[in-house]
């Protein structure tokens, strides 16, 4: 669906009408991206990062084709043909490599900032819950790509890695011992775990390509959300994407990449762990093991449960990870106030940032080495970012008194900054 | 046009207009027959791809390990490999066999004695694995000057699991004892795990 006043496509010369009459793919661009969508003409700045994430997507995809014609995945020599082979023989293998693993980093980085202006805006909300819960499923896809990826240089952490996160599995009752071996295809990680790690680390970005098109797809059909959260009314409350948004992404693009830039080739292994330039020893572990900065969080909620209640602590660990996880697809319905934008939310714009917090707490406790004071940090944490989704947000969706909406986009945009102003026939959409 | 009764098949249906629906059950039949052995075929055809990924003959090939343990002192230990794992094997001084006995197996977390993870008449070799039942570390402890940790038996450095001389669990957020592997002593100083 679109909006009856966005403009069609009309090809001028006799090749675009020839081809658009036989596969109308040009037609399909032109009102995905083109000037055929019309969009809030209000959108900041965070409605960059969607357009960064697919970037960044790109950017793995071509890097890591060119970069496996050089891996050598198996034990013996994944270490070496990264480390010697692609670091110091390739013709700018230490550009591709330092590009892919920071590129993971930039890929997260954006697609946590995505996330939380979701969350901050009330993207989840009808009618896009369908538009979250792909988002979701890309998260967890993109996860289990940067952990395989993560395995495939084959050094300490890699081997480390892979030893503690297929330990997980091992948490579930009766079947979880069966279960790591069938994943690793062996008791330890070893040739057969590289291998598939890299064929399903080759093969899930494009898994990640075609979810990114579904959660375009169903973005598309009730429209982008916007700052304000007030639905589009009318043409003068959009602009086409191009070449509006296209110039303001474009302008996103270019600090991304100088951010991008600035990590490959002054700060290349800022975010990466020494441990990984030692190759992989079975017999001996690193003295503290610690995921990518992006798991951190994660790794956190995993290591705050230390007592066993009904079933084993490690077993509620993992459960809550997961669940951590699992969670986000049911805020739709867990938030159920009609009004979109924190903006006009006093109550719940306060715990968001709260939320904000606790994160980035969380993930500088599953940066650390487990002390006594940072579990209990990790665990005050965990349990307060439980209670965000399931206590407090539907809790604030029932009590607060939002602020007055905008009747529409352009006249927030062309009136006072918005909420300020209370208008007679303000509702809420 | 045909009217009901006249020469149908048992289970025909006239339809509003009075048109015979040719034998809906029987199409419905050879429908969900047909999906249905189209579903199992390919619900067969998908375990040789789940099976595939189980450890394979040479992975399995590797599970069995000699070991020759006549050089190991009492209180030594040794790191060996066994399935890619590190395996320890300990033999235990008799002051170390005795401290294992004296904690009472009530207070374990994993209740088990000395006897239950060894072999009968050779109580002073501790054949573990070397994999913390925690997150999957190397604990310390087998090499030499390495810390064994407040029970004298194996401590681990990622999050301060100690194991005490007979490998059980006594501090520390490991749930189980250190796993003991099947083995057979074949001769007096010659093992065979797994």
Not at chain 1, 118 to 129: F, I, M, N, Q
Not at chain 2, 95 to 107: F, G, L, Q, Y
Request: net charge neutral; glycine share 8%; with cysteine.
């Amino acid at each position: 669906m679109s909006f009856p006043w966005a403009r069609h496509y009309e090809p001028k010369n006799p090749l675009t009408q020839w081809i658009d009459s036989r596969l109308p793919l040009p037609r399909f661009v032109y009102n995905a991206v083109g000037a055929g969508y019309p969009v809030p003409r209000n959108l900041n700045y965070f409605w960059n990062f969607g357009v960064l994430a697919g970037v960044a997507l790109v950017v793995q995809i071509v890097t890591g084709i060119v970069l496996a014609m050089h891996f050598h995945s198996s034990a013996a020599g994944a270490f070496d043909s990264i480390n010697a082979t692609i670091m110091r023989d390739v013709n700018a293998g230490w550009f591709l490599r330092f590009a892919h693993a920071n590129g993971a980093s930039m890929f997260l980085l954006v697609v946590y900032i995505h996330i939380f202006r979701g969350l901050y805006y009330g993207s989840y909300k009808a009618p896009r819950e369908m538009v979250w819960l792909i988002g979701v499923v890309i998260f967890l896809l993109l996860m289990a790509t940067a952990f395989m990826g993560y395995v495939l240089p084959w050094g300490q952490m890699s081997f480390w890695g892979a030893q503690v996160i297929t330990g997980f599995f091992s948490a579930i009752p009766v079947v979880g011992e069966w279960i790591r071996i069938w994943l690793l295809g062996g008791y330890a990680p070893d040739d057969a775990a590289l291998n598939r790690f890299f064929s399903l680390h080759y093969l899930l970005p494009f898994v990640i390509a075609g979810a990114v098109i579904l959660h375009i797809w169903a973005l598309h059909i009730p429209g982008s959300s916007n700052p304000t959260g007030v639905e589009v009314k009318g043409e003068q409350d959009t602009v086409p994407f191009h070449p509006y948004y296209t110039a303001k992404d474009g302008f996103g693009v270019g600090v991304f990449l100088i951010v991008f830039s600035t990590l490959i080739f002054f700060f290349p292994d800022l975010l990466g762990h020494p441990d990984n330039y030692i190759p992989a020893n079975p017999l001996s572990t690193p003295a503290h093991i610690v995921p990518e900065w992006y798991f951190w969080p994660f790794y956190a909620i995993l290591r705050a449960f230390t007592a066993d209640f009904i079933i084993a602590a490690k077993l509620w660990g993992v459960v809550a990870m997961f669940g951590s996880i699992i969670l986000l697809f049911f805020l739709p319905w867990l938030d159920s106030s009609p009004v979109r934008s924190a903006n006009y939310r006093p109550m719940y714009r306060v715990a968001f940032w709260v939320l904000v917090l606790d994160v980035l707490v969380l993930g500088y406790c599953g940066g650390s080495a487990a002390t006594p004071g940072i579990v209990v940090l990790s665990q005050i944490c965990a349990a307060y970012y439980f209670a965000h989704f399931l206590i407090i947000v539907p809790i604030i969706s029932r009590l607060e008194r939002p602020k007055p909406l905008p009747n529409s986009i352009t006249e927030a945009v062309l009136g006072d900054k918005g909420g300020s102003r209370m208008t007679e026939t303000a509702v809420s959409a | 046009m045909a009217t009901p009764g006249d020469d149908l098949p048992p289970d025909a249906t006239v339809g509003p207009g009075g048109e015979i629906l040719e034998n809906p059950r029987r199409r419905d039949y050879l429908t969900i027959a047909a999906v249905s052995f189209a579903g199992v075929g390919a619900g067969v055809a998908v375990l040789p791809l789940i099976n595939s990924m189980n450890p394979s003959a040479d992975v399995l090939a590797l599970s069995t390990t000699e070991l020759d343990v006549s050089a190991i002192e009492p209180g030594q230990a040794i790191k060996a490999s066994f399935r890619k794992q590190p395996l320890f094997v300990r033999q235990l001084t008799p002051a170390e066999i005795a401290a294992a006995d004296a904690v009472p197996v009530s207070s374990l977390r994993d209740p088990q004695t000395l006897e239950e993870r060894t072999k009968e008449g050779k109580k002073q070799w501790l054949i573990t694995l070397g994999v913390c039942t925690h997150l999957g570390c190397v604990p310390l402890g087998a090499g030499e000057g390495e810390n064994r940790g407040p029970f004298g038996g194996y401590f681990c450095p990622c999050h301060g699991s100690a194991y005490d001389t007979a490998g059980r669990i006594r501090q520390g957020p490991a749930p189980k004892n250190l796993e003991v592997p099947e083995y057979a002593f074949t001769s007096d100083t010659v093992v065979v795990v797994g």
